[in-house]
């Protein structure tokens, strides 16, 4: 059971408690995009078996949406943290460099 | 004007905690920006108590005020003031970023007494609910079974419990079958 913490409210909530978004800090692509740029923003989404960013939204808590850095494999939590941003701050980097060298996801490492 | 009645118009059950529709209750959705001073005051004025903490709920009698969400806050008071007071909240924080809205008739209150009332909640919610995890006043949004609930301890041995109006008799049968007599599980 996957337990997240609310960077909002504080709640440590199991997966039940919550609703999945998807694949986190993902580029809108708009007027202007070339068509493969907007079949990409619209349809390419990463699977890792690893280390994932995620949204995630406290549906049946406070409502906030937020963000959530994890492995896909086992499952281990690096952070949880504010949906107002577009990059993982750089202690949740840190956090995960610590534990898995070398890692890197999309344009992030 | 109508003759307003609550969702079960206060049912009981006596299993191994009691249980009781708690009947009508003011409520009164207050959303904004809850550092502003101007907002805490509107809503700590309209319940007379103090401002709660994050996660928390400060209630006397049927006044109170809870922490929804970092722009939420639930008001409580007796049923009949809640209108007044949300026109009152409404006209202070009229020049203010905020939303008031008077939802009493959208909630069902529920009581659940005894000393094993907090097993019948750890049955039905997600919530670790040992006693030095989950104490008086702390304030808790999460789902009961199916369905979206909120509840926070009065005492020791008393929660109450929120959830909409019409899921009330759901909750309701919920809440009898985890305090069925013979059903204790023992867990704290």
Known sequence: ?109 | MSNAVSALQAKTYAGFAEIEEAGLRGMITLRGDLSSTKVKNAATGAASVDFPGMGECNCVDEKGVAWMSPDELLVMTPYADAQPAAEKIAKTLAKTHALVANVSDARAVFFIRGPNAREVIAKLAPVDLSPDRFKPGQFRRTRLAQVPAAFWMRDAETFELICFRSVAGYVFDLLCNAAQPGSEVGAF
């Open chain 1, 1 to 109: 059971m996957l337990i997240l913490t609310c960077p909002y409210c504080g709640v440590e909530a199991d997966e039940t408690e919550l609703q999945a978004g998807g694949e986190a800090h993902i580029k809108r692509e708009t007027v202007g995009s070339s068509d493969e740029d907007f079949e990409d923003y619209l349809f390419a989404r990463q699977n890792p078996k690893g280390i994932h960013f995620e949204r995630w939204r406290h549906v049946y808590g406070c409502g906030k949406w937020f963000h959530v850095a994890r492995c896909t494999n086992t499952l281990e939590v690096f952070g949880t943290y504010s949906a107002q941003t577009t990059e993982p701050p750089q202690d949740i980097r840190d956090k995960i460099s610590g534990k898995r060298p070398g890692w890197s996801w999309g344009i992030f490492s």
